[in-house]
């Protein structure tokens, strides 16, 4: 992923829901159905891949 692809603007829904765009899923190698953690750090927001077993 280059320095331009680190940063997108994503639109929060109605129902308080983001997207994570495409790029970010295959590079943390997300798929559908899988859980990530949010962490709130100061002003912040991490999003942390975790696997429930």
């Known amino acids: 992923m280059s320095v ?5 603007l994503v639109k ?3 129902a308080g829901t983001i ?3 495409k ?3 295959k590079y943390m190698d997300i798929q559908k159905g ?3 953690k949010l962490i709130l750090a100061n002003d912040r927001l991490i ?6 077993s």
Do not use: A, G
């Not at 999003?47 to 429930?52: G, H, L, M, S, V």
């Open 47 to 52: 999003i942390r891949k975790i696997t429930i």
């Open 34 to 36: 899988e859980y990530v």
């Open 19 to 21: 997207s994570i765009p």
């Open 4 to 8: 331009q692809e680190n940063e997108v």
């Open 23 to 25: 790029q970010f899923r």
């Open 12 to 14: 929060i829904t109605s």
